[in-house]
């Protein structure tokens, strides 16, 4: 049973910056995306960055490329997501997931995801 673990979240002021970790408890077998994704209070969850583990390509929501950036440590089993110049539009609970994906897919799509952390807020004011 595969647990992903997320931590990191908070309340800050615009313009500042936050790191979130999450870290796979148990293997992973074949799925080499992993993402965060972010639910705002009465909005659907969106993708925000993706990962593919296998080669380290990386994808971005098109309001965070340039601010955000995602990582993945393999020796730690743990992705990151390094969040600059945070804005109060990026308030939301942030989550981690992983997922087996093809060529082709939607890499910030959640319905690909079947591995899911529990989520972490970020308030940013």
């Known amino acids: 049973h595969v647990q992903l673990v997320e931590s990191g979240g908070g309340s800050v002021q615009a313009g500042t910056s936050l790191t979130l970790s999450c870290t796979a408890l148990?293997?992973?077998?074949?799925?080499?995306?992993m993402a965060w994704f972010r639910q705002a209070p009465g909005q659907e969850r969106e993708g925000v960055a993706a990962i593919d583990t296998g080669d380290g390509s990386t994808y971005y929501l098109n309001s965070v490329e340039g601010r955000f950036t995602i990582s993945h440590d393999n020796a730690k089993n743990t992705l990151y997501l390094q969040m600059n110049s945070l804005k109060p539009e990026d308030t939301a609970i942030y989550y981690c997931?992983?997922?087996?994906?093809?060529?082709?897919?939607?890499?910030?799509?959640?319905?690909?995801?079947?591995?899911w952390g529990q989520g972490t807020q970020v308030t940013v004011s």
């Open positions: 997931a992983a997922g087996r994906l093809d060529r082709g897919d939607n890499v910030l799509n959640p319905a690909l995801y079947k591995v």
């Open positions: 148990g293997r992973i077998p074949g799925m080499a995306f």
